[in-house]
């Protein structure tokens, strides 16, 4: 009985948010128990010290996941000449982040939901640096992967922890705020990795570079373990009761409909920022690496931008009775659009495309924040993780699609691949999209909240 009812509890906020109606809210539930019991703590009675603690170190931990995440569409020059890795395995390699860090997510949804943020996020963090350091130290496609493969794991939890800590320490409310700011941290990630990384491998091999993320990653541990306050109680439900719950979510139509709306277009963003955007600047509009790492910086600035303007209009239009979704599905539909330039082989600046692709591709993160907020802080975990697990399978295999695609017209020497290539590849990925679109549309968004 009890499991039916916590299913019940949960399946009926759902539905709540997919019927466009706001979620009665009270003082209570607005934190978690654990942060009701210290609500006189410091960190509770100064935002500074909010910030420092909780925001900062979290923030820190999604820059590091976002910079390992983007890194290859830079150094993808230098593994093709080291490796000889042809597009499809260029695809498979760097996608294999997105496999294993799928692969955490529910695992890390139950245990975020039962320990806390901070005892979950540092001890992960420590996968990602062993990772790095055998992604530096190997010379096979296999070790590669691995390598890969534990990066992926060891960073999977960074932005779900810093979601779960923001709904414990933070008003419900102010998560789409929240959220956008910590994307827009992650942001900041994806700059590092754009001309800051192609200066430093002026300096560097893109293997001693790699010894450099480890030992950076390394840092964040420290900082998350000794910063931020142990203020969460361990939980003592069962494990096989929060992976009921799961399982009940994930039978549910509603959960669905919230999800698959963005899912895909939140997938082929992560998909081509992190490796197809490079390629595509290189050769579809001709441009030398040091150009690349330029166009891919400005774009890494409008992601950020773009985190922290759809954040504040959500925030902003909220009181004013429009729904979260609206803004989400509209920054979407324009995404798309940027998409359809990408393929159409119309002689538009690459800064543009960059950016926009970049800017109105942060709307679709704002799911993040819709689906947390459809639940009480105290499930916020293990619904974000399962929402997060989807996103990122998607992005696995729509980063290998895109490869296997682009393979079927082999690049030529020193030419790259052609422009056929990238419409076919780049116009399946709009495909996918389209029925999300109308989807989005069923919601009704533009009517407005009581």
């Not at 895909?264 to 150009?291: E, T």
Request: charged share 10%; with cysteine.
């Amino acid at each position: 009985m009890r499991k039916q009812a916590s299913a019940r509890f949960v399946l009926k906020r759902v539905v709540r948010v997919c019927q466009s109606q706001p979620i009665p809210i009270t003082e209570q539930s607005r934190m978690s128990s654990s942060a009701m019991d210290g609500l006189q703590s410091p960190v509770k009675s100064s935002l500074f010290l909010l910030f420092l603690t909780i925001f900062i170190p979290f923030g820190l931990g999604h820059f590091v996941s976002y910079l390992f995440r983007t890194v290859n569409a830079v150094i993808y020059v230098d593994l093709q000449t080291d490796l000889s890795l042809p597009a499809s395995s260029l695809g498979l390699l760097t996608g294999v982040y997105f496999l294993t860090f799928a692969a955490a997510q529910i695992p890390l949804g139950v245990m975020l939901d039962r320990y806390g943020p901070r005892s979950v996020q540092a001890p992960m963090l420590l996968f990602a640096v062993a990772g790095s350091v055998i992604f530096s130290v190997s010379s096979t496609e296999t070790g590669l992967l691995i390598g890969r493969g534990l990066i992926g794991l060891g960073v999977a939890g960074s932005l779900m922890s810093a979601i779960k800590a923001c709904a414990i320490w933070l008003p419900v409310e102010r998560l789409p705020l929240s959220t956008a700011c910590l994307l827009s941290i992650g942001g900041l990630g994806a700059m590092a990795s754009t001309t800051p990384l192609h200066a430093l491998l002026s300096w560097l091999t893109w293997r001693e570079a790699f010894l450099v993320l480890a030992l950076l990653t390394f840092c964040v541990v420290v900082v998350i373990h000794f910063s931020v306050p142990k203020a969460y109680e361990s939980k003592n439900t069962r494990y096989s009761d929060m992976f009921a719950a799961v399982g009940k979510l994930y039978s549910s139509w509603t959960f669905w409909r919230l999800a698959l709306y963005s899912v895909f277009a939140h997938a082929i963003y992560m998909s081509v920022l992190s490796l197809w955007m490079g390629p595509w600047l290189r050769d579809m509009a001709g441009l030398s690496d040091s150009a690349m790492a330029s166009v891919l910086l400005f774009g890494a600035i409008a992601m950020v931008a773009g985190s922290l303007t759809f954040g504040a209009i959500t925030d902003y239009l909220r009181r004013y009775g429009v729904q979260p979704i609206m803004i989400c599905g509209t920054g979407m539909v324009i995404f798309i659009g940027f998409q359809v330039l990408m393929a159409s082989g119309l002689p538009v600046s690459p800064y543009l495309i960059a950016m926009g692709f970049s800017f109105f591709g942060t709307s679709t993160t704002m799911n993040y924040a819709i689906v947390a907020q459809s639940v009480s802080p105290e499930l916020a975990g293990r619904v974000s993780s399962s929402f997060n697990l989807v996103v990122f399978v998607l992005a696995f295999f729509l980063q290998w699609l895109m490869g296997v695609v682009l393979n079927l017209w082999p690049a030529a020497q020193g030419a790259g691949h052609p422009l056929e290539a990238y419409q076919w590849s780049l116009g399946l990925m709009v495909a996918w999209q389209l029925p999300g679109v109308l989807l989005w549309l069923g919601f009704r968004p533009w009517k407005r909240a009581v």
